[in-house]
């Protein structure tokens, strides 16, 4: 079986297999049925789940389940970011309680940022943008690994007690090689995505990245042999990094990503400089052969941004002809990425006044 | 360099050679200097320490120190236990701040024993032998490790930040083959040990049996990385099992130990029975060459029960000329730890009415 590292991923270039390998089950059904799902989830970025028929008949039945999401507080916040939160806002207002911790002890611990560090990124940079995306205050429990949600003593054993429930091989054959505080870091993740049972949430969902699949896997078996539900999860692949469908967006790279607090300069300077296009070397070449959309990247985020089903579908028809140019296909995607950014600036400034609202309740 | 596990320690042939290969320092100039200091000191069963010169110099000029110690609340207290609560007790009374930790997350981790059930042993067996013994309620700190004392938050965090000082080949170069829960439970010990200096305490002495010298190791190497002053620690030789000089006494084991709630004919036919003599096998050949006092357990016991010095030596002489019989040497140590417990029975009754102002405070 493949091992995925969590905290170095790079990429992966071939999902399915992967799904396969890792038991994971397909999206799709859930993706067609859902309503008014964010477009990471119309658009396939969610490609898998396990359990999630659990969350569905939750919101069929209108019952109670938890949504669970944590903040990795370091750098910036990117495009990049966008796929999970959009889900739990999108889940919340379905009628899920949203769990929403800051990671700040996996940031210490694995990043050496302090924990006043984390604090104000967490904030200024995460919340904020959440905000902006539409997270709302009600049924929200948002806290802080160091500081520990309400059940703050059962939360803070959990971790220690799931650590009797697990052995090195097993740790080993999951995350490859681990160090003491990649498997505290590992433990404490499992507390946070079991927590809401110790609430009386029976049904949660954990929205996540590929990358973090081996803690999905990690706290699914911890779960099972401690008597709790098993969590359910979802997976979606991770938005490419500006140089080529099998990168990395980075936030140690700038050149790697579109933050959300890029000018419209920055980000159409970016485009035109970075974004890896599937186009041909030269006009007559592309007018006769045509482009390849499914490698470039400023098609890739266009998926994200474009509403509009058959507008996209005629962006992905004329490139793939030749119809439509490289350079206007950027020129595309720049206007609509800079169109969303202009939005969200400005929501992004009235949620800097809610944002205390969130923390000190 | 040899490893003891801590958790499944045996016996210890070489303290002295352990000693050297541990870079233990000796106890003896402590024993002497140390005023009215309990037996295990005086007898030398103590014979280890590190770092206890900053002990002693605040003893001497009366500042501030801590003084700390973990119960494992599994099976019953016996005489086994006593050597380092004598201690503990006899640093209160010289001004320190005892800090008394209930290893209840150590004792489900490793001995899968309840919350529940661990608070009722720790009460109703340790803490009111403890009272009996002679320990008091001022400038005490109680608290369950899954409680957590005052800075429940910090305690819980410091565990988990220590993970990142150390690596698994650290680890196991301490401690031999380790599981993750074991890793847990060591580092759960390190917070135990470090926390009063959270709390602005920074000379601390932790008493322990010689097979804790693995935590005390790990823990000096992390305080050290982590900008802490390294704690203090001193090594007592464990009291051997009633089988002989080289086993152990055994909670789970009856025949090996004298519990402080053993009666007298227990405790009477229990010597007589099962204390491994130093005698001759005849009563001729013992008259003639003499018995072997040192390793002959109810001489062993007798040590900590005899405070006067001179009677002890007669006995010793005694016995090793072959003027005293095992039997009267058995006799002698029934004797002594029977009126011992006969007294230390009535202090525990009285004991129990005390108790819950220990816990509730």
Redesign the interface.
């Known amino acids: 079986m493949p091992v995925i590292d969590p905290w170095e991923f790079k990429e992966v270039k071939d999902y399915k297999e992967l799904m396969e390998e890792f038991g994971i089950d397909d999206f799709s059904q859930y993706a067609k049925k859902l309503k008014g799902a964010p477009l990471e989830i119309k658009r396939k970025l969610v490609i898998g789940h396990k359990d999630f028929s659990k969350v569905y008949d939750c919101i069929g039945k209108k019952q109670e389940f938890a949504v669970l999401t944590g903040l990795m507080p370091s750098g910036v916040f990117h495009l990049g970011h966008m796929a999970v939160i959009n889900q739990v806002i999108y889940y919340q207002k379905l009628g899920a309680k949203v769990y929403l911790l800051v990671a700040d002890?996996e940031a210490?611990?694995t990043r050496g940022i302090s924990q006043e560090e984390a604090k104000r990124i967490a904030i200024e940079e995460y919340l904020t943008n959440y905000i902006a995306l539409g997270l709302k205050n009600k049924s929200l429990v948002f806290y802080f690994q160091?500081?520990?949600p309400k059940k703050?003593?059962e939360y803070?054993?959990l971790?220690?007690?799931a650590?009797?429930k697990?052995?090195?091989n097993e740790?080993k054959t999951i995350y490859g090689e681990?160090?003491?505080?990649k498997?505290?870091s590992a433990?404490?993740q499992t507390a946070d995505i079991l927590y809401p049972q110790l609430e009386g949430i029976k049904t949660t969902l954990t929205p996540v990245g590929f990358d973090q699949h081996p803690h999905a896997s990690f706290t699914r078996d911890i779960a099972f042999r401690m008597g709790f539900s098993l969590p359910s999860f979802t997976f979606n692949k991770l938005l490419p990094g500006l140089q080529g469908i099998n990168t990395k967006m980075s936030s140690s790279k700038p050149e790697s990503y579109i933050a959300l607090t890029d000018s419209e300069k920055t980000v159409s300077n970016k485009i035109k400089k970075y974004a890896f296009s599937g186009g041909k070397s030269t006009l007559e070449e592309h007018r006769k052969k045509g482009g390849n959309p499914d490698i470039d990247i400023s098609y890739q985020y266009l998926k994200f941004f474009e509403e509009d089903d058959k507008k996209l579908e005629k962006i992905y028809n004329d490139y793939k002809s030749g119809k439509l140019l490289s350079g206007e296909l950027k020129e595309i995607a720049i206007e609509k990425i800079n169109k969303f950014l202009k939005e969200h600036q400005k929501k992004r400034e009235k949620a800097k006044k809610l944002v205390s609202k969130f923390v000190l309740k």
């Open positions: 002890l210490q611990l160091t500081k520990g703050v003593q803070m054993n971790s220690k007690l650590s009797a697990t052995t090195f740790v681990i160090t003491p505080q498997l505290i433990l404490t």
